[in-house]
Structure formats: C-alpha cells, structure tokens
C-alpha cells in the first residue's frame, strides 16, 4: 500500500456502522487484494495473509484485485470506490462492506494497468489520488470502457475541485 500509514487499528472494528470495511488478502502467487491509494481510518490484522482497512464516508480509494490458478492469471479487477455514509445508497462490492458509490470499474488486465497508469499520471503533478475530483475518475472509467484515451488530470482542473468542494460545503 504505497504512500499509507495507518495509526488506529481499533477504528477497522466497525461497531456503529459508520466506516466502510475493505478485507485485503495476499496469497503469494494466488490472490492479492490491496488498496492502490487511499487514507484508511484503521486496520485490523485478522492472520498473517489477510487484514480489514476501514475508510470514513466520504474517502476515496483504490481497491485492486488479481487471483491466479496453475494455469495463469484468472482476475485482474480495479474499483476506484468513495465510501459511503450510513443510510446512503451503495453499489455492493466483493471484499467491501457494505459496500460503496464506484466510480471506476475495470476489468482485464490491459484496462486494469491503464487505471494504474493514470492514476501514476495524478502522482506525478504531486497530487494525491485519494484527493482527484470524483467525476475524473468516472471520466477516466467511460473513456477506458470504450477503449478511449482519458483526457489528463490537471493541477488546474484539481484547482476548481478545490473551490468547487469548498463553496459546496
């Protein structure tokens, strides 16, 4: 989990139903599960292969999954994901309770590292991820399902998102 610490591990005890739960797991060679960016409220270590991140409303993540058999890999899956409030709508997601508001989606290796490729472009101008404007990464989501190129993220269309955020709030 590049770029994360995690201070708190009691918060990943969700007991009043407030933070969305992601279960990660490492399996070398078979699955991993792990979270691209993201600011986790805490963790709970549950054995040696497998941990839960809690994340407030509101958060965003990246949540990457890939699973391989004898033959190769099987799954390659990554879900830019904002965590949701409690009583709000939510789409339901493998590994994340209760689940979420997606705002990317992809499946396949191919489309997968180009997610990551963008994601590595927002890094790149020294914004956090974590931080990009919701509606980029849905951009990003519908330029990549029809085998488009999404237009870059800019340290001035995160300027706007910035304003933007602060007026709505």
């Known amino acids: 989990m590049k770029g994360v610490t995690i201070t708190d591990v009691s918060r990943a005890h969700d007991t009043d139903g407030s933070l969305t739960l992601v279960e990660l797991t490492w399996l070398k060679q078979r699955i991993e599960n792990r979270v691209r960016f993201g600011h986790p409220a805490g963790q709970q270590i549950l054995d ?7 994340f407030t409303a509101g958060s965003i993540f990246c949540f990457v999954r890939w699973a391989a058999n004898d033959y190769g890999t099987i799954l390659s899956r990554a879900d830019i994901v904002r965590a949701i409030a409690p009583g709000a709508r939510y789409q339901t997601l493998p590994f994340v309770r209760p689940g979420g508001d997606i705002l990317l989606r992809m499946d396949g290796w191919p489309k997968v590292e180009r997610v990551l490729h963008a994601v590595d472009a927002v890094e790149a101008l020294g914004i956090d991820p974590a931080d990009v404007a ?7 989501h519908n330029r990549l399902s029809v085998n488009e190129t999404p237009r870059n993220y800019t340290r001035t269309r995160h300027q706007a998102w910035l304003k933007r955020r602060e007026v709505g709030s």
């Open 48 to 54: 040696r292969h497998r941990r839960v991140l809690s």
């Open 134 to 140: 919701p509606d980029y990464w849905q951009h990003v």
